[in-house]
């Protein structure tokens, strides 16, 4: 059967929308490659790795490395929490109690409250409470509110999915309630708690609006990166974006080849239950 | 012991709720309620709140001539962004849950369109800037090709750049969702469609499109909070030329002036959740959650 002409014209769309997606960051990962007398702009004077160097040097404005460290112990700090949080809140939301439906309401207006906003009141409640806003405190907890709601929604996705007949049956056979969950559960959902770990570190890691008013003096990269763009005059920061995005990159692959893995683990291992006719 | 237990166990889910709900609580409804407090708030140079209950900052917000005109601006930002993320996203969503035949196909499309969205949304702007400035790629071709003789000034700094990058951010918010609405769609549905003498325009209009309004409004409401509150964006590519709501309350606080900030927050708030609510009039999304 030929496709109809419809088919070509959304294929061509969908082709331009990848181009116009990568298209300028494949530009700046060009320049940041430009020789040591390159300017911000092509075309290309050279190709050298001199601005990966220059990013190694003292730099006369921004902390790159220490707000490449906060980002980083920031990025892991909000991973480790959002799946756990969100973990136990999906076992919680699986039986009925008090007050689930305000915390899912909570959850889902965190997304999509203006994040101008949250960072406003979060600087003014420690601003209130005269504490000193860093990103170990306000930031840590306004990347929170950004990253559970996704957290909570796909635990929501998983357990709608999850068939209890696998922790009845370990409970019948004698298995304890935290033996059932460490050796049933986490182990079925383990690649939905890879998806959730992938989340929790990338959005923390890239994110600029709920922190900027949060996170107090010292910057976090894509805050340092925004103050630097305004005077860049030297490929300096396309180097930082490649490196950057590169670790982006380094993340969401090994997550995928993670999940991928369990998979195939599973579908060389996994039992035959289910599977006769 | 067994009394204990059941008592335990009825416990449980309120144990399990409580870090996220605690983080909630603290990072999310209390600041959003002090934003509440703080807007009645006065201030001065040296200190930054005072408890007060003044309706100051509320006449400021709507006396200013510069208020509405920031509110036109990023209302008009928002609903150019909405008409194309819209567009863009029904199509791409409609080609890969309709004409994308193999699931893998589809899926290694829809992660095509994904990866970005996991990397910096601030490198992804900054990636705008050789392509569309003064001696940019965009212009350099431009004149290459003779289409104009002189630079154009209006590609980065602009109303345009700002939208460009909105585009650019946001439409895979709209793609996701209006997919995710497709793909539940009963095919037979469309096979009766056919039968009955629907071309495929005919099929995409009375059965598709309706179907999936679910989806078009969860992507709608992500990008309307995402644009109306927005900073970044206005900041890295909008220059010193643009100004919307959010780069305003930005600005003021980057001064410190909480109680005014917080006073055009509200209003901005307000503004989102009418925007909101009129979109959930038209579509219940309850339905599908």
């Given at each position: 059967m030929s496709r109809p002409p419809i088919f070509w014209a959304l294929a061509l769309l969908l082709g331009l929308f990848v181009v116009f997606l990568y298209g300028p960051i494949a530009t700046i990962v060009v320049l940041s490659f430009q020789g040591p007398e390159g300017g911000l702009v092509f075309p290309m004077n050279g190709v050298s790795l001199h601005w990966f160097a220059q990013l190694f040097q003292p730099q006369s404005v921004g902390d790159i490395w220490g707000s490449f460290d906060r980002s980083l112990g920031l990025g892991l700090v909000v991973m480790v929490c959002t799946v756990l949080f969100s973990f136990l809140a999906g076992l919680a939301f699986r039986r009925r109690f008090k007050g689930s439906t305000t915390l899912l309401y909570l959850a889902v207006a965190s997304l999509v409250m203006p994040s101008v906003v949250v960072s406003l009141g979060i600087g003014a409640l420690f601003e209130m409470l005269g504490v000193e806003r860093a990103w170990y405190s306000s930031a840590l907890g306004a990347h929170l509110t950004w990253t559970l709601p996704f957290g909570l929604l796909i635990m929501f996705a998983v357990f709608n999915r999850f068939n209890p007949a696998y922790e009845e049956a370990a409970r019948d056979q004698g298995a304890s309630g935290w033996q059932t969950v460490r050796h049933v559960v986490v182990p079925l959902?383990?690649?939905?708690?890879?998806?959730?770990?992938?989340?929790?570190?990338?959005?923390?890691?890239?994110?600029?609006?709920?922190?900027?008013?949060?996170?107090?003096?010292?910057?976090?990269?894509?805050?340092?990166?925004?103050?630097?763009?305004?005077?860049?005059?030297?490929?300096?920061?396309?180097?930082?974006?490649?490196?950057?995005?590169?670790?982006?990159?380094?993340?969401?692959?090994?997550?995928?080849?993670?999940?991928?893995?369990?998979?195939?683990?599973?579908?060389?291992?996994?039992?035959?239950?289910?599977?006769?006719? | 012991m067994q009394p204990l237990m059941n008592r335990l166990s009825k416990l449980s889910p309120?144990?399990?709720?409580?870090?996220?709900?605690?983080?909630?609580?603290?990072?999310?409804?209390?600041?959003?309620?002090?934003?509440?407090?703080?807007?009645?708030?006065?201030?001065?140079?040296?200190?930054?709140?005072?408890?007060?209950?003044?309706?100051?900052?509320?006449?400021?917000?709507?006396?200013?001539?510069?208020?509405?005109?920031?509110?036109?601006?990023?209302?008009?930002?928002?609903?150019?962004?909405?008409?194309?993320?819209?567009?863009?996203?029904?199509?791409?969503?409609?080609?890969?849950?309709?004409?994308?035949?193999?699931?893998?196909?589809q899926m290694v499309l829809l992660l095509a369109c994904s990866i970005p969205f996991w990397t910096s949304i601030v490198i992804r702007m900054i990636a705008w800037i050789p392509l569309l400035g003064r001696n940019g790629l965009v212009n350099r071709l431009l004149i290459e090709i003779g289409l104009v003789n002189a630079p154009q000034e209006w590609l980065l700094y602009s109303g345009f750049a700002v939208v460009l990058g909105y585009v650019h951010l946001y439409t895979l918010t709209m793609i996701v969702p209006i997919f995710n609405s497709m793909v539940r769609i009963d095919r037979s549905l469309i096979e009766a469609a056919v039968d009955a003498g629907a071309g495929t325009w005919q099929v995409i209009t009375t059965v598709i499109l309706p179907l999936s309004k679910t989806g078009i409004a969860i992507g709608s409401i992500f990008?309307?909070?995402?644009?109306?509150?927005?900073?970044?964006?206005?900041?890295?590519?909008?220059?010193?030329?643009?100004?919307?709501?959010?780069?305003?309350?930005?600005?003021?606080?980057?001064?410190?002036?909480?109680?005014?900030?917080?006073?055009?927050?509200?209003?901005?708030?307000?503004?989102?959740?009418?925007?909101?609510?009129?979109?959930?009039?038209?579509?219940?999304?309850?339905?599908?959650?």
């Open positions: 959902i383990l690649p939905s708690l890879v998806g959730v770990a992938l989340f929790g570190f990338t959005l923390s890691y890239d994110e600029i609006a709920r922190t900027s008013q949060s996170v107090g003096a010292l910057n976090t990269l894509p805050l340092e990166l925004e103050a630097m763009q305004t005077n860049a005059t030297t490929p300096v920061i396309y180097a930082l974006g490649t490196m950057t995005t590169a670790l982006s990159l380094v993340v969401i692959g090994t997550s995928l080849i993670a999940v991928l893995l369990v998979r195939r683990r599973r579908a060389r291992y996994g039992s035959d239950a289910g599977q006769a006719v | 309120y144990l399990e709720a409580l870090p996220l709900s605690a983080v909630f609580l603290a990072f999310f409804a209390v600041p959003i309620v002090l934003v509440v407090v703080v807007s009645f708030f006065d201030y001065e140079t040296y200190q930054l709140l005072i408890p007060a209950f003044t309706l100051e900052n509320y006449r400021e917000v709507f006396s200013e001539p510069v208020t509405y005109q920031t509110y036109l601006i990023t209302i008009e930002f928002c609903a150019l962004t909405w008409a194309i993320t819209a567009m863009l996203g029904f199509l791409i969503a409609y080609f890969l849950a309709f004409q994308v035949r193999s699931k893998t196909t990008v309307i909070a995402m644009v109306m509150g927005d900073f970044v964006t206005v900041d890295v590519l909008g220059g010193g030329q643009v100004a919307s709501v959010g780069k305003q309350i930005a600005t003021q606080l980057s001064y410190l002036q909480f109680p005014p900030a917080a006073a055009n927050a509200m209003v901005l708030l307000v503004a989102v959740i009418v925007m909101i609510a009129l979109l959930m009039r038209a579509v219940d999304i309850r339905k599908e959650l």
